[in-house]
């Protein structure tokens, strides 16, 4: 029986929490023997890590929606009709809908389900070789793989037993959302009370924008506040252009989000009206992000917002150092580095910041940080998506 080694983290404990519940005194055991809860005990290591980690959700919700309908069909506790094997598989179009109906689900696409699942498991346990989700791509079905399902252990008696950890599978996946989802919360109010602060005690949103706009923060909330001090500092100049000579005219420059971050939109994540700029934020300073970044747009000039303390010239140096190592051929390196039109890292942030307090447009940087909190983590008004936490759980 292979054991695997189990990575301790914050949220470990409550895994072995819940596996207690299930395996009492063979809870550890039966951690060690699978390897489906090793890849959910490494993918839960910024549960309690507040806001500042990232959290996502899909390759989660992936697993989730297949094993809940392993379990919803009757093959955990073996009240199906028919074995597994024979199962037809759930349809694809059920377990997308489901994914989108769990919290921060909302917006989901299907990549989890068709390929990242897999091949994240796979990296993660090379030496299992096999999926943990089948699917038949001319049905549209799917499936867990149930031997992974299906944990052997030897007892202190010295017998074989095993034990099926699809509830222990559900039972993880609801006890991290509902730990991000703390943390999520935790984060909007903050910003909340921050932005009524700033009416009052100004000081005190300036250093809380400013402790966002550090090398340390969670990807997310650097691009949030990044665009929100962006949009104010842009917001205050302006450019004459017209189609015709005779139609120029005086136009304010508007910053626009064009999504969530991390979101798979061509390598956009600002654009500028009326000039046409794009941006995107980036915490890296490697070569094949940034070209490929460039490659999506078919090398149209980007300005990356990189979340460095390095000077502009350093970043800039590196970029320039590591593609000469890649390409060699220097046209191909100038052509590629042409189309870095500017670099934008903290130093600049913190200098358009301070332009924007002297503006006494603080208010509208804090206004926009919780605007683009709420689209971040699928938050309205009414804290509806909040409220399915409960509600989207499998009753045992």
């Not at 090398?299 to 593609?323: C, D, G, L, M, W």
Request: with cysteine; glycine share 4%; proline share 3%.
């Amino acid at each position: 029986m292979l054991k695997f080694e189990i990575i301790q983290h914050s949220f470990t404990p409550n895994i072995l929490d819940i596996l207690r519940r299930h395996y009492g005194d063979y809870a550890e055991d039966v951690f060690q023997a699978s390897p489906v809860l090793g890849y959910l005990n490494n993918k839960t290591k910024s549960a309690n890590q507040g806001s500042k980690a990232r959290g996502a959700f899909a390759n989660h919700y992936a697993l989730y929606v297949v094993v809940e309908d392993y379990i919803q069909k009757g093959f955990a506790k073996g009240k199906a009709e028919i074995p597994y094997s024979k199962y037809q598989g759930a349809k694809f179009s059920d377990l997308f809908r489901r994914q989108r109906e769990l919290p921060f689900g909302a917006k989901f696409q299907n990549h989890a389900l068709n390929a990242r699942l897999n091949d994240e498991f796979e990296k993660f346990y090379p030496v299992i070789k096999k999926p943990l989700i089948v699917r038949d791509l001319t049905t549209q079905r799917y499936w867990i793989q149930e031997d992974l399902l299906h944990v052997t252990i030897r007892r202190k008696d010295g017998t074989n037993h095993t034990y099926n950890i699809a509830y222990a599978i559900i039972e993880i996946i609801d006890a991290y959302v509902a730990a991000k989802k703390a943390a999520f919360e935790g984060f909007l109010e903050a910003c909340r009370q921050i932005s009524e602060l700033g009416k009052q005690n100004p000081n005190r949103a300036v250093d809380f924008v400013i402790q966002q706009l550090q090398p340390n923060v969670d990807a997310r909330i650097f691009e949030i506040v990044s665009y929100a001090v962006l949009k104010a500092k842009y917001g205050q100049e302006t450019v004459w252009i017209g189609g015709t000579k005779n139609s120029v005219a005086e136009r304010w420059l508007i910053l626009y989000k064009t999504g969530r971050t991390n979101a798979n939109d061509g390598g956009i994540d600002f654009v500028m009206r009326p000039l046409g700029r794009f941006f995107q934020v980036t915490e890296t300073v490697d070569v094949n992000k940034y070209f490929l970044d460039i490659d999506k747009v078919q090398r149209f000039p980007i300005t990356f917002v990189v979340k460095s303390n390095e000077s502009k010239n350093q970043i800039r140096n590196a970029i320039r150092a590591q593609a000469v190592a890649k390409y060699k051929i220097e046209a191909v390196v100038n052509s590629y580095m042409e189309a870095v039109e500017e670099i934008i890292n903290i130093e600049d942030l913190v200098a358009a910041f301070d332009i924007v307090l002297k503006a006494n447009q603080l208010q509208k940087v804090m206004d926009e940080i919780v605007i683009q909190s709420k689209v971040e983590f699928n938050y309205n008004d009414e804290n509806e998506e909040i409220s399915r936490i409960s509600s989207g759980r499998v009753n045992n």
